[in-house]
């Protein structure tokens, strides 16, 4: 099949607001791909194809070869040249990754362009990715969305599930196990606006740390460790000192859920950048540890000599983990019922340098890979009045809109910056509405653009909430906002009331930058 069948299927998907039509759409498209292509196809359409790790970023999606007249290219095919893309390391490789790049976008026609820039940076808009395929694909495959999201669970590989899926049925997907030494998707967390809220969804909860570190899946198999990041990376070599602290561990086999995290001298956690920092480094590695040792700690467990635990309660799974594993390595944990010991809780651990509370239920599995019911998280939020400078063209279903807004503050008397310095960029919290509506307003304050985006006059205010700060040499302040999204716009303040640089370095202080 034509690979622009795909994106026009995926295009349509995107404009059906209801879960059951996009997924039946996804479903039929599947259908007629069959078992030969049908999995390339999802592999596409998960977002797995971004998960590659190819190297491209929007900045190398630009001057691009313009449309192919016909469609020529097939959705084999264009798997093929993403996985070619990804495999090109070491020197010279970005230019290597430019000229396959080239040579697939010369072959695409325009709504082709348009879906494979969506997979590439991870901004497809047909709804909730995984979920919505993974429904799609059993509806194709005539076999349980349960068994498929099983499947999932422990294969981790949404392409390898579907081609079991068309091919074997119920059968072949039963087949996926806990295996020790191959990642599960890691289990997520929903949101609350406080612990209160948390607790009255739960009921009686247990309340852990929210370490701000990276999110690590150990496997231990004998003398084997494999440590595997929240998107499935081995990054063993990187990090010794979590394989060391596996090996310590009184177990034969095991499968942990923990967090690797930089901690000061002072015993708070170092910023968090510094943490990505040296779990990402290839290189150096021994050197990198006596300048920024990772410290480990583990609050769940999967795995234990022989045992699969991811069906059983959380309560039950937390005994078997702390009797494992040493109480210095163990997240720090309560639980309780009661909101005032909740909230005491929760500010004991902000005041600790940590980044909030996961509120769990105790009688919960493990749902690897969904952000379900049973774990809950509670981070204080920030907000803060910013300009729109600029804003980027959207894709898939915002495509014709502008939607990535650049976020600005008063530089308020910097010298240097003035007098509006960007803190980054965000497309998330916008509601339809408000795409149209921002669209409209920001064209009518144009002053520039480029083919993906428009430079408008500072005018507009909008509300931003975000999680923290983060150092970027990438802005003029060298700070930047972390995880920020629109809470409203604020037709009621003007340019100068916005917040200042000043006040960013106030909270960047707070958090020890």
Excluded at 136 to 162: D, E, I, K
Excluded at 167 to 194: H, I, K, Q, Y
Excluded at 240 to 250: I, K, W
């Amino acid at each position: 099949m034509l690979l622009r069948h795909l994106a026009l299927t995926s295009r349509a998907a995107a404009g059906e607001p209801g879960r059951r039509a996009k997924t039946t759409l996804l479903a039929d498209c599947l259908r007629e791909l069959g078992p030969g292509e049908a999995p390339s196809a999802v592999a596409l359409l998960s977002g797995e194809s971004h998960r590659l790790r190819t190297g491209i970023g929007p900045a190398a999606l630009r001057d691009l070869p313009p449309p192919a007249a016909s469609p020529s290219l097939g959705v084999r095919e264009a798997e093929r040249a993403l996985e070619a893309i990804a495999e090109v390391h070491g020197t010279g490789a970005q230019a290597g990754r430019r000229r396959l790049l080239t040579a697939l976008f010369e072959r695409a026609t325009d709504v082709e362009q348009a879906f494979l820039r969506a997979v590439l940076i991870g901004e497809l808009r047909q709804g909730a990715l995984d979920a919505v395929v993974a429904d799609a694909v059993a509806q194709a495959a005539g076999v349980p969305a349960t068994a498929v999201r099983r499947a999932l669970m422990f294969r981790g590989s949404a392409r390898a599930v579907a081609a079991a899926a068309l091919t074997g049925g119920v059968p072949a997907l039963n087949a996926f196990r806990l295996e020790v030494g191959r990642p599960v998707r890691p289990m997520l967390a929903a949101s609350a606006p406080d612990v209160a809220a948390a607790l009255d969804r739960i009921g009686p909860a247990a309340l852990e740390w929210k370490l701000d570190g990276i999110r690590v899946q150990v496997h231990r198999d004998g003398t084997d460790v494999a440590v595997f990041t929240r998107s499935l990376d081995d990054i063993t070599a990187r990090v010794p000192e979590v394989v060391e602290a596996a090996l310590a561990l009184p177990v034969r086999s095991a499968v942990l859920d923990g967090e690797a995290i930089a901690i000061g001298p002072d015993g708070r956690p170092r910023p968090f950048q510094e943490t990505a920092a040296r779990t990402a480094a290839r290189r150096d590695v021994t050197r990198l540890r006596a300048e920024v040792p990772l410290d480990t700690y583990f609050f769940d467990l999967l795995h234990h000599d022989g045992d699969d635990l991811v069906d059983r309660p959380g309560r039950e799974r937390r005994a078997t983990l702390a009797g494992s594993v040493p109480a210095g390595l163990l997240v720090a944990r309560t639980e309780t019922g009661d909101h005032d010991r909740a909230r005491a809780f929760f500010r004991d651990t902000l005041a600790l340098g940590h980044e909030g509370v996961v509120a769990k239920d105790p009688a919960a599995a493990y749902a690897a890979g969904r952000r379900g019911a049973g774990w809950i998280k509670v981070k204080p939020r920030h907000t803060l009045d910013l300009v729109v400078l600029a804003a980027e063209w959207g894709s898939g279903r915002r495509r014709g809109r502008l939607s990535n807004l650049h976020l600005g503050a008063r530089a308020a008397g910097e010298p240097g910056l003035g007098p509006w310095v960007m803190l980054g960029k965000t497309f998330k919290g916008l509601t339809d509405e408000m795409l149209a509506r921002q669209t409209t307003e920001l064209l009518a304050r144009e002053v520039d653009r480029d083919a993906f985006t428009v430079r408008v006059r500072p005018e507009l205010v909008v509300e931003i909430a975000f999680d923290g700060v983060q150092r970027s040499p990438r802005y003029p302040a060298g700070l930047a906002l972390r995880f920020a999204r629109v809470l409203r716009y604020r037709p009621d303040k003007t340019a100068a009331e916005a917040d200042t640089v000043a006040t960013v370095r106030e909270i960047a202080a707070t958090e020890g930058l």
